[in-house]
């Protein structure tokens, strides 16, 4: 390749005409001004335009600049998915500030540690969540304590005002035309969002605008959206900033239809209500809405509905049934440190052909690269890419433009993040002949039985297909023999009855004999906030069965 | 704002796994990986898949190493709508050269100039215009002729071998799984295009890889595409690069169906036989479709076809006509400094609600950013807006990623484009009580007759709505007592008739009287490659007459 002379002719520079940082808040100055009067916020009877959510998120950018927030500080919020919490992810950044959403489902020594390493100067908090908040505002030293603004939600059923204002006012006291501007390096940070911490100090992992941008337009791209969506918040906002949508749908001038509990009621009254057309969930949503009562299930008369799942690999059953009910899945794979979404089960028309139970086997696979990411790499230990047999299982490795950029005021968990040029997701998998990846476990889930590695998705993809079994999970169980067994938890559907042993039985007729349960515990399945089932409690209970 | 200190938490480095430069050159990696079996590329019985195209673009890149050739060098293709032109757009920047996509209707001294100005190492030049292209090597010093390579097309009528192999030779010593990689900087040239230069040599515009990127998905955003478009390159891909096509719909794992010559039986053929979805092309691709044979009409059987336009403002009346014939148009503005399409005409529901008159008038306008696009003004001599009263005519400015990196080797002419951190189009529009941008013409076409602004646009509007009218163009006259008045050179539709004096009439009885044509000539238009009428031919014979 030929050298680069120092007076490349090509080597014009940039200018304030030609180079603008990347940010999505640019999608939001743009569609407040094309579209105006277009419906942006529902919530109950709280509705706002495009330009009634622009001004709103303006007054609180002046609001937060009057209290001396600005560029690097960070600002917190604890609510579910209500207009504030929306706002806040174009309010806060506005003023060149990092949002930092809180999983309000955390207790609160939780909270207290991430308001102290995050060092959070202002805090939105949801009426519901007082208590909590509450307390762990105490827990932290005076000097420490964020500035309180209290969102006192009409629709929020409970809980005390603790802040020295409502969040109304202080809106209110901000100016709607406040001239906020673009960060001055698109790689400066948007947003925060700690890591669940299950079992070590939650991280928090840094977002910035660049980031942001593009992944919002990466699920443009994978899901095929076109202008004016209306978008359900079934996925909380505070779960890697509701895998960057508050800013896709703003870009597409959609309309963000709110929603303060993930329950079948209010999921289905929206669907009916509110004509909408995307909504995004794991597993858990799709169950809660099969399983809903015959007579509250959506009838879209032929309207099918678009749901993105993801957080954990939806079993096949799961999948044809939802497509029966009228939703289209799509499939979708990352980790909080990856933006949300960063792989896509990306479909073949000629998939459209074969079996459904064959089409859900296919798209339960965790797929492709987003076209924003620029790779993902099942490895071995050496980094290297394993075979694409389908079998060989190795770690997901990504790389691109929606990876974080680090874990803040965590350099060794950051370098050993990103060794070797890669983001570790610590997720175990294979690739497929056609290069489509597939989960097999979390590192720290595999089950070692005999020296042989068994998969905990692949036994709990049998157990769905159980017609008793409403939920699995199934984790390691200590065995002085095999050194490890599985162990499934199982919840059955209402009025539905199966023995232990005809579950097991079941399950060694269709996969092999040494990868069936050997034990199996009936009874709820304890849960994240997200959905996710919390393996880490069923292993302590499987230690001490 | 506070002041971020010196250990700012937030500020963590780029590294491998969370910064890749942004490049178009992503889109093909990834299509090919995850659609190899799709159709890419249609030339009549040429046709390969995306894990072809792949490969064949790959071998460009290495044959092209193997002549010497890298970063920062250029490569030109003298080419219509062919395969070769459209792998050009991966295979050279792949090697970190600069893609020349020439015009091929230019005339031997400007290629001549243009190949000299760029110094283009290596030239594609596809048979049919092996004469001119000989003509205008032979006018270049020896030393500074490029390697020529002849596109030896299957479909091309006419024309003999001038250089040195053909194309299918040259890939064919390369190597299909050449390990190209990214450029080291996004910031890094791409491709170099020339504007057409009716007044003075021609300017080589420079896009880079980050801007090409952008725009791409710009497409995707303001024409709601999802995946798998099947296009139809009516519009050269010599022009602005295509607007970005090669990349957007590579992007979206569609087929690009290429096409030598625009003429309504080609294209109305591809319509009918490859399924083809979205097109783009300037007004005058519209008239021609419009005035096709009835019989040769296309029947989509309610199946609409999209269709972008831009390059001039669409007369109502043509909007109107396509859209009854089973088109949806979507109207663009740009230039070759902004990568083409830079605004977009965007759409309103309620709009559809109007009289068919009303709504191709509102689409007529020039609209609103991009997204991609950060800001569009139209400004006063001093760089100020002028009012949003569809009135106070001012200079068209646009700002943002999709703005050109500069002029090759032209520093006055940049620094003159980027004067105030605004690119200035020399377009004269005015703003809308909407916002939306409607140019009123090229600051150098505006009439100025007894002290009034003259829009020889809103003249050309006008006349396109007279029944007899195929084809309209206005310009100024020299006039002793006005100064100057609108002269207008018209193409009645084939047997249709009509006297001066009845077009006259009917300007006057649809506009302003001192805005109506004071002389009317008939005949055919004078008009450039891309079907842009020469007004510098018109207002020449204008002053003659």
């Known amino acids: 390749m030929s050298e680069r002379s120092a007076a490349d002719p090509f080597d014009l520079p940039r200018n304030a005409a030609n180079h603008v940082p990347l940010s999505p808040l640019s999608f939001l100055a743009r569609t407040a001004a094309v579209y105006p009067e277009r419906l942006a916020v529902v919530h109950g009877a709280h509705r706002t335009t495009w330009r009634e959510t622009d001004a709103r998120c303006r007054r609180m950018a002046s609001a937060l600049a009057q209290r001396g927030i600005g560029r690097g500080d960070v600002v917190a919020v604890m609510a579910p998915n209500v207009p504030a919490a929306f706002e806040a992810h174009f309010g806060v950044p506005m003023t060149g500030a990092v949002l930092n959403a809180l999983n309000c489902r955390l207790d609160a020594a939780m909270i207290a540690f991430i308001l102290g390493h995050s060092g959070a100067k202002l805090l939105f908090t949801d009426r519901e969540f007082a208590a909590v908040t509450g307390r762990a505002l105490d827990m932290l030293p005076p000097g420490e304590?964020?500035?309180?603004?209290?969102?006192?939600?009409?629709?929020?059923?409970e809980g005390r005002l603790l802040g020295e204002t409502d969040y109304e006012t202080f809106l209110a006291?901000?100016?709607?035309?406040?001239?906020?501007?673009?960060?001055?390096?698109?790689?400066?940070?948007?947003?925060?969002?700690?890591?669940?911490?299950?079992?070590?100090?939650?991280?928090?992992?840094?977002?910035?605008?660049?980031?942001?941008?593009?992944?919002?337009?990466?699920?443009?791209?994978?899901?095929?959206?076109?202008?004016?969506?209306?978008?359900?918040?079934?996925?909380?906002?505070?779960?890697?900033?509701?895998?960057?949508?508050?800013?896709?749908?703003?870009?597409?001038?959609?309309?963000?239809?709110?929603?303060r509990r993930v329950e079948a009621e209010g999921i289905l009254a929206a669907m009916a209500g509110q004509g909408v057309t995307h909504l995004c969930g794991a597993p858990i949503v799709m169950?809660?809405?099969?399983?809903?009562?015959?007579?509250?299930?959506?009838?879209?008369?032929?309207?099918?509905?678009?749901?993105?799942?993801?957080?954990?690999?939806?079993?096949?059953?799961?999948?044809?049934?939802?497509?029966?009910?009228?939703?289209?899945?799509?499939?979708?794979?990352?980790?909080?440190?990856?933006y949300g979404p960063a792989t896509v089960c990306a479909w073949h028309d000629a998939w459209n052909a074969l079996p459904a139970t064959e089409r859900a086997r296919l798209k339960a696979?965790?797929?492709?690269?987003?076209?924003?990411?620029?790779?993902?790499?099942?490895?071995?230990?050496?980094?290297?890419?394993?075979?694409?047999?389908?079998?060989?299982?190795?770690?997901?490795?990504?790389?691109?433009?929606?990876?974080?950029?680090?874990?803040?005021?965590n350099p060794r968990a950051t370098a050993e993040a990103f060794?070797?040029?890669?983001?570790?997701?610590?997720?175990?998998?294979?690739?497929?002949?056609?290069?489509?990846?597939?989960?097999?476990?979390?590192?720290?889930?595999?089950?070692?039985?005999?020296?042989?590695?068994?998969?905990?998705?692949?036994?709990?993809?049998?157990?769905?297909?159980?017609?008793?079994?409403?939920?699995?999970?199934?984790?390691?169980?200590?065995?002085?023999?095999?050194?490890?067994?599985?162990?499934?938890?199982?919840?059955?559907?209402?009025?539905?009855?199966?023995?232990?042993?005809?579950?097991?039985?079941?399950?060694?007729?269709?996969?092999?004999?040494?990868?069936?349960?050997?034990?199996?515990?009936?009874?709820?399945?304890?849960?994240?906030?997200?959905?996710?089932?919390?393996?880490?409690?069923?292993?302590e209970r499987a230690r001490t069965l």
């Open 419 to 539: 060794a070797g040029g890669w983001f570790h997701s610590g997720d175990l998998g294979v690739s497929h002949a056609d290069g489509y990846v597939e989960l097999k476990d979390r590192a720290k889930d595999i089950i070692i039985s005999g020296g042989e590695n068994i998969s905990t998705i692949e036994i709990e993809g049998v157990l769905y297909r159980h017609p008793a079994v409403l939920e699995a999970a199934v984790v390691a169980r200590p065995d002085a023999k095999w050194g490890e067994t599985p162990c499934a938890f199982v919840t059955l559907k209402p009025a539905a009855e199966a023995t232990a042993e005809a579950i097991i039985a079941f399950c060694r007729d269709n996969m092999a004999h040494y990868k069936a349960p050997r034990t199996v515990v009936f009874g709820p399945l304890p849960k994240t906030s997200t959905g996710k089932v919390q393996k880490f409690v069923l292993r």
């Open 287 to 338: 169950n809660m809405l099969l399983n809903a009562p015959v007579g509250t299930r959506p009838d879209f008369g032929g309207r099918r509905i678009r749901m993105m799942t993801a957080g954990a690999p939806p079993p096949a059953a799961v999948i044809e049934g939802m497509e029966g009910l009228g939703f289209d899945i799509t499939h979708v794979y990352g980790l909080t440190e990856t």
């Open 173 to 259: 006291g901000g100016d709607p035309g406040y001239a906020w501007t673009l960060p001055p390096d698109e790689w400066d940070a948007i947003t925060l969002n700690y890591t669940s911490g299950t079992t070590s100090d939650p991280k928090g992992v840094v977002y910035h605008h660049r980031g942001a941008y593009l992944n919002a337009l990466g699920n443009v791209l994978v899901w095929g959206m076109t202008q004016h969506p209306v978008y359900l918040w079934t996925l909380p906002m505070f779960h890697c900033n509701g895998w960057c949508f508050p800013w896709t749908i703003t870009a597409l001038a959609g309309t963000h239809v709110c929603l």
């Open 145 to 157: 304590r964020p500035v309180v603004i209290d969102i006192d939600d009409a629709l929020a059923s």
């Open 365 to 409: 696979r965790q797929g492709v690269a987003y076209p924003v990411l620029e790779g993902v790499m099942v490895a071995d230990a050496q980094g290297a890419p394993v075979p694409d047999d389908g079998a060989t299982m190795g770690e997901v490795l990504l790389r691109g433009n929606i990876v974080m950029k680090g874990y803040l005021k």
